[in-house]
């Protein structure tokens, strides 16, 4: 079993910047593709982020230049640190860890919520 608990969420005015950090603990691996999603008030979740085992990293476009997702190994943790935020980036945001060769995400957060006033 993974845990994964996220942190760093609050409230920010617009322009403003964030960094969400994701810590996981119990049997975690580097080769776990870590990611971030989020969901907004009658919205579905949303994908936002990804890094995989190489370091690669994967954005929507609706944060990609914005967003930068990071990760310590040596900590066991992701990071998420947002710049630039605007209000339709209020939401839930989640971290994820996904198995490599699972096509689906195992692992959730309990998620930490990001409201962004204008």
């Known amino acids: 079993q993974v845990q994964l608990v996220e942190s760093g969420g609050g409230l920010v005015q617009a322009g403003e910047s964030l960094r969400l950090s994701c810590a996981a603990s119990?049997?975690?691996?580097?080769?776990?593709?870590m990611s971030w999603f989020r969901q907004a008030p009658g919205k579905e979740r949303e994908f936002i982020a990804r890094?995989?085992?190489?370091?690669?990293?994967y954005y929507a476009d609706s944060v990609k230049g914005r967003f930068t997702i990071s990760r310590d190994y040596a900590k066991n943790t992701v990071y998420l640190q947002m710049n630039s935020l605007n209000p339709e980036d209020t939401a839930v945001y989640y971290c994820?860890?996904?198995?490599?060769?699972?096509?689906?995400?195992?692992?959730w957060g309990q998620g930490t919520q990001v409201t962004v006033s204008s």
């Open positions: 994820a860890a996904r198995p490599m060769g699972h096509s689906a995400y195992d692992y």
């Open positions: 119990g049997r975690t691996s580097s080769s776990y593709t």
């Open positions: 890094i995989i085992w190489s370091g690669n990293t």
